[in-house]
């Protein structure tokens, strides 16, 4: 059934949530300028009942379109499109010698896929693109802290292989990887309890190239994806792109819940991914008896897990249970080296069962004709040489130190109706703010405080999750941890104040 | 329509090509068992006539099953399914400690996107991981040869930007690319003609991520997409994964057929991909009067322009006419360092118009978090002091001197039905075979007569376009470049010599 209203059209039945075929249909008006600059959108009730849906729905498009930059809401006045230089806050467009598209170029706008032209890919790059002042506290930034990265060690392994591989190095990659590199990753597999030799090995440009693969070798357009609520932005993204119906599956302290679980599993689902140490957003680790729950539901539905142990190295207590794949050799295990040694490495990799990887090695081919020779042999020897070992013994006791001085912090500044659990994996900690708080509020008052922090708006798929914000730990000091809670807190305070002032009321129109 | 027979369904209005959906469909009995190893395909006339189609396009199936490795096809007998050990020759999946899929797994199978699930990106695959022997002369690998990579050059480049960029270096890369780098593409660009602003600049992993992410921000399912007629086997490998239909455009020695072209035309296609400079696989430079028709039919057609101008450096006579993006703002600009330095880079870039380039930023940020900013940093060092010209003089006249060794040894040894251009940029030269001659049977012979050279077969979006090989000059030297032509010329006189006694028939069932 398709309906239409105000230029938009909107298909129950195509598998996308019908909010974001709304703001995907205003988006493309505003793009192309059926909507300009200064357009007043119709009030979310006359659009809802004109389009036979829910009002909500309607208002979840326009926040997910504000949030996008496209429209700004007045309270009491409406919704309006912004100016397109607003749009485009940190580009200097002036500069540019290209021939300006806007003026009599190509109709873009038309040609692009509906990936391409989907609100949600937008949405994480505003917040990406956001200036912010130099001395701000940053606990947004997920990476290893500038202070931690082996700049030293690896630069005598880049040289190294430089002497020893020199042409090799420069050349194309083997097709699922360098043979020395995946050797090394399966000895480490193989210590940790999952079976896997060098040929099992496919290595990626980070996980984030392996979840893409994946969604791209499992996905039809409209299939549905079960994601934990709130779950990881960049697998939002990719499902997007890949044309998927991400399905949140509601979690509670140890990890998603099985009777939900059950109840939302229905045949065609092609997958579940999912981050059991040190969850993004939540910072929170599977426990062992949800992880058997997981394995044994993912044979009886016949629904693949996507297991991204990206945070299996980096426990801050005792280790933590036994991975996905060490219980199911159907599970399909993702890492990476991104956040426990260097992003700039782009090395990643994963492991599946022989039916899908023999899939998987030509579309990676595809892709990008494999990742760099060269980074591959110098992480190789990164590992082969110890240094591995002795950076990840290295950087878990300084983020334990870190997480307890933010968890201290924290448990002193907070106000009472904001909780969070201590993590036991990871650098993350979430923060459940009270029902009704919203998270870009938080978000927004952090940055005129002087603190970054990340806005679970990006984490969750219906946008109806409970409010949160995800704070990183691992590229401030103790003391700037401390100091950034504090500042944190007062924002906080202050977001709330200004709730209780004004009374629950959300409306945008 | 839908036509359904032995197992497979056709959708005529699907925008796939006919005989790909039924090898697709056959590839999925075969890969779930429903067609076990030794079983027999039907005869190729009597599924013809069951699914209302023409016998060609049963015959074109079969060879695409056949290249794949899915099936075998005896003279006088018929066509077999595979051992699945002879579909995975190159692998040792006995070392395997995976548990193994085909007992008692997930159903991969059915699980499977239709993308990964094409037959098209297995057949490169089965190509790439033939064995040949150590002494064969390399006339198939498309790479700088490893006695031209500037590893000393480089190496220094490296050790420079980890000493100064240090952790920076190692950390995630700015969305759009280094800002060195972006300046040093856009400066090199400008010097060409062509006007670019670091802020046009989007460095991407090679090319091929380059336009993967096109297909993907351009293509919905079904979409018409352009190529020459041959094209590059990796654009196909990517419409496919992006759903695109495409479409060859023939093509003589100064380039796409105006006349063809416009006969082809129609409302809803997507792009026109193309190479100007040293095409892959023809080694064919456009004219500039063909320059300017394709950018006039562009604006008329609406379609865009995608200028893959990885050759644009490596001319070897004259430097070529301007490059389309020069002539036209519109036309989406494409480039690589992998050809011209080194692959291990794994650094390409792309200026697109401004409408496309904002949607591209957070695509190429979806799918790998962005390419790695320590080899960023050092190509902007390799640029920044001179090598990069200095190497590009320097290669050019070797690359010269290559292609010179090779077109003497041609005209030499070549059967005089065999034709081929002398290449004026780029390292690949086309030899066009006798109208019925299998390029697969040539690469055979070549391979038994010790020459790797590669078939047109993955060239080819029909199938049915005229038969050719592809010889790239770059990684041997002179010497070995006349004796594989000798070898070359051997072989291409066997098989045709056996064409000869054998008579005009190469039915497969």
């Known amino acids: 059934m398709t309906a239409r209203a105000f230029g938009i059209s909107i298909e129950k039945a195509s598998g996308l949530p019908i909010f974001q075929q709304i703001a995907d249909g205003l988006s493309a008006s505003i793009r192309n300028g059926v909507l300009p600059a200064g357009a007043r959108l119709p009030p979310t009730r006359d659009l809802a009942d004109a389009l036979g849906t829910h009002r909500n729905t309607v208002v979840r498009a326009y926040e997910a379109l504000s949030g996008a930059g496209f429209v700004v809401s007045h309270v009491g006045r409406g919704t309006f499109v912004t100016e397109l230089r607003d749009r485009a806050v940190t580009r200097g467009d002036a500069t540019s010698a290209t021939l300006d598209a806007r003026a009599g170029g190509l109709p873009w706008a038309s040609l692009m896929s509906r990936t391409a032209a989907s609100e949600s890919l937008q949405r994480g790059d505003r917040i990406a693109r956001r200036a ?24 005598r392994c880049l040289d190294h292989v430089m002497r020893k591989f020199g042409a090799k190095a420069m050349g194309y990659a083997p097709r699922e990887g360098v043979e020395e590199l995946r050797e090394g990753i399966s000895r480490d597999l193989v210590r940790r309890g999952i079976p896997a030799s060098a040929d099992d090995v496919l290595v990626t440009a980070g996980s984030q190239q392996a979840i893409d693969l994946l969604a791209r070798a499992l996905v039809d357009r409209g299939d549905a994806f079960f994601v934990e609520e709130p779950t990881y932005s960049g697998i939002l993204n990719l ?158 006791d300084i983020y334990r130190e870190r997480r307890d001085a933010l968890v201290e912090a924290l448990h002193q500044h907070l106000p009472r109706e904001v909780t969070f659990e201590r993590p036991s994996s990871g650098v993350l900690l979430w923060l459940r703010l009270p029902g009704g708080t919203s998270a870009e509020q938080v978000f927004e008052a952090a940055h005129r405080h002087g603190v970054l922090v990340s806005p679970g708006s990006v984490n969750s798929v219906s ?7 995800r704070l990183a730990f691992c590229t401030e000091t103790p003391d700037r941890l401390r100091e950034g809670a504090k500042r944190l807190a007062r924002a906080i305070e202050a977001v709330l104040g200004e709730r209780r002032s004004r009374g629950p009321s959300l409306d945008l129109v």
């Open 132 to 155: 912010w002042p130099a001395d701000a506290i940053n606990m947004s930034r997920f990476e290893p802290g500038a202070d931690l990265r082996p700049v030293e060690t690896f630069r």
């Open 463 to 469: 946008g109806q999750g409970a409010p949160g914000v």
């Open 239 to 396: 499902l997007s792109a890949a044309g998927a119906q991400p399905v949140g599956v509601p979690c509670d302290d140890e990890g998603p819940d099985p009777a939900a679980l059950e109840r939302l599993t229905r045949p065609g689902v092609k997958g579940f991914y999912l981050m059991p140490n040190g969850s993004n957003p939540t910072g929170r680790t599977l426990s062992l008896a949800r992880r058997a729950d997981l394995v044994a539901w993912s044979r009886r539905a016949t629904v693949p897990l996507i297991e991204d142990d990206y945070g299996a190295d980096m426990y801050l207590d005792a280790s933590p249970p036994p991975s996905l794949r060490s219980l199911d050799g159907e599970v399909v295990y993702v890492s990476t080296f991104s956040k426990k040694l260097a992003p700039a490495l782009r090395c990643g990799f994963m492991v599946a069962p022989r039916g899908l990887h023999d899939h998987l090695v030509p579309l990676k081919h595809a892709m990008d004709l494999g990742s760099s020779a060269l980074l591959q042999y110098a992480l190789a020897e990164f590992m082969e040489r110890g240094y591995m070992a002795a950076h990840l013994a290295r950087t878990r």
